[in-house]
């Protein structure tokens, strides 16, 4: 368990409006990710940051931000919610390593619902 | 082009059976092919993960056959239990040498093992 957390677990929201996931880790993991799942699409990338500061777009990051002002807390905003970004979001960190890849370490999720 | 093609989309196997699980990439860079395990409710969990440099790697009842060749690697479940039901997602990544895991999930199979 990398010990992370999202909030919140359920969200109903309306077109239009600002929405905001939080992801918390306690394992001062290096990498974070936000990945979107869908049906049929599996889990699809849409913005992860490699360090503090320091984030960069994932397959899907239109009509999203994120930002991470501290190692442990990586946000994922929508700025006008669409009914598109109806989906489950999770949250995922990695720990740093140098070169190639490494296990990621998946939150419980967000399911986000907008009408 | 970045694609993880999986397939079946849904597979059912009787308790004892085997149960297997394939995907195809066309990226020759990737080079890390994890699969990962997703109960209801739950995020993904790493299951097994093999590199291109082995053609087989087996922990307990689970086995990732790698054909680079012909760019393909699969999933073998032997003596499948109902525990084993839950969503399979297989994966791949390139390694930037230095850079984050970007995993490119396959669009997941739901396996069902009934008693």
């Known amino acids: 368990d990398a010990g992370i957390t999202q909030s919140p677990r359920h969200k109903v929201t309306e077109t239009g409006t600002p929405v905001t996931l939080r992801c918390h880790q306690t394992?001062?993991?290096?990498?974070m990710y936000w990945y979107r799942q869908d049906p049929g699409h599996g889990l699809r990338l849409i913005h992860y940051?490699?360090?503090?500061?320091?984030?960069d777009k994932g397959e899907v990051s239109d009509g999203y931000s994120v930002s991470r002002s501290k190692t442990e807390d990586f946000l994922l905003t929508l700025e006008s919610a669409t009914s598109s970004q109806t989906s489950v979001y999770f949250c995922?960190?990695?720990?740093?390593?140098?070169?190639?890849?490494?296990?990621?370490?998946f939150g419980e999720g967000s399911r986000l619902t907008v009408l | 082009q970045q694609q993880v093609k999986q397939s079946p989309q849904s597979l059912i196997v009787q308790k004892g059976g085997i149960s297997i699980i394939n995907c195809a990439y066309e990226?020759?860079?990737?080079?890390?092919f994890p699969w990962y395990q997703q109960f209801p409710g739950k995020g993904p969990a790493l299951l097994i993960a093999?590199?291109?440099?082995?053609s087989e790697k087996k922990e307990g009842r689970f086995t990732i056959s790698f054909n680079k060749s012909a760019k393909q690697f699969s999933l073998h479940i032997m003596d499948s239990q109902p525990g084993d039901s839950a969503t399979y997602f297989c994966a791949a990544s390139p390694n930037y040498g230095g850079a984050t895991n970007k995993l490119i999930f396959g669009t997941g199979t739901l396996l069902a093992v009934q008693p």
């Open positions: 940051s490699y360090g503090v500061k320091d984030t």
């Open positions: 995922a960190a990695q720990a740093g390593t140098s070169g190639g890849a490494g296990e990621l370490f």
């Open positions: 990226n020759t860079a990737f080079d890390y």
């Open positions: 394992e001062n993991h290096r990498y």
């Open positions: 093999i590199r291109p440099d082995v």
